[in-house]
């Protein structure tokens, strides 16, 4: 049987907007949507060994999350993992390591959820799963949403006193251009051993692939505005669409 790690990472405060790993959204504890697709994800693989590490240096956010996941295990962040510069693959290997050490087990996958993420399906985490099982050259599989701009056509760079495209191009249209994706920071899905050895912190190192989401307009939350906002496009999906109604209605009482 495959193990897999899940990691739900979160740090104390914020620069760019204060405890939003502890916000409460559309009415239930942000951090609780995350927690809540990991539990639909393990339940919907039966034929994995599944299990939930919460990584923060924050005591109300574990406090929070044993509440109503308390088989979630709490991993404290060393200080030196809390800046804003640090690699996310440097908490992802400390947690990872930690949880191996605890559990004298060596895991096949880690998958990072991120609590900041929470327009997320069950979905979503089991075909960015299926993707990286799926291909067993690739060392990472990471979520996207299509980009609204791309760099082919329609984004510009200032060039001395006049601005010119991103990337020079032929193209007069926007379906002629390559496709282009956002990075959303939802979901990661590493290899162990890639994971385990990188030393540089570079998601590149490894032969990426990607799986693409439901683009929200609003990829993660870093601002006060986009709390508002995604709240907003949130309750309408949690009315319209239940795959995305599923995870909220299974956030524990």
């Avoid at 640090?86 to 996958?109: H, I, S, W």
């Avoid at 001395?160 to 002629?176: F, L």
Wanted: charged share 30%; proline share 5%.
């Amino acid at each position: 049987m495959k193990r897999v790690l899940i990691t739900v990472c979160g740090r104390a405060g914020s620069k760019g907007f204060r405890n939003k790993n502890l916000k409460v959204f559309c009415g239930q504890p942000l951090v609780y949507y995350t927690l809540s697709a990991a539990e639909l994800f393990r339940r919907a693989r039966p034929d994995l060994s599944v299990e939930v590490a919460l990584n923060t240096d924050s005591p109300e956010l574990r406090a929070l999350t044993a509440q109503r996941y308390p088989e979630a295990v709490p991993v404290k962040r060393p200080q030196e993992l809390c800046g804003d510069t640090v690699p996310k693959m440097a908490v992802f290997q400390q947690t990872l390591a930690e949880m191996e050490r605890r559990g004298g087990c060596r895991y096949d996958y880690l998958i990072d959820l991120d609590i900041t993420s929470p327009i997320r399906r069950e979905g979503d985490v089991a075909g960015a799963f299926a993707a990286a099982e799926a291909r067993e050259d690739l060392d990472l599989v990471f979520s996207v949403a299509e980009a609204r701009r791309n760099p082919y056509f329609n984004m510009v760079k200032v060039v001395g006193d006049h601005v010119e495209k991103v990337i020079e191009s032929p193209y007069t249209a926007r379906q002629q251009a390559p496709a282009i994706y956002d990075l959303n920071a939802s979901i990661y899905v590493f290899r162990r051993d890639f994971l385990a050895e990188n030393r540089t912190g570079i998601l590149w190192d490894g032969k990426c692939g990607i799986y693409e989401m439901f683009d929200s307009g609003i990829l993660d939350i870093d601002s006060e505005a986009d709390y508002r906002l995604m709240e907003v496009v949130a309750r309408h999906l949690y009315d319209t669409a239940p795959e995305f109604a599923a995870v909220r209605e299974n956030i524990r009482g």
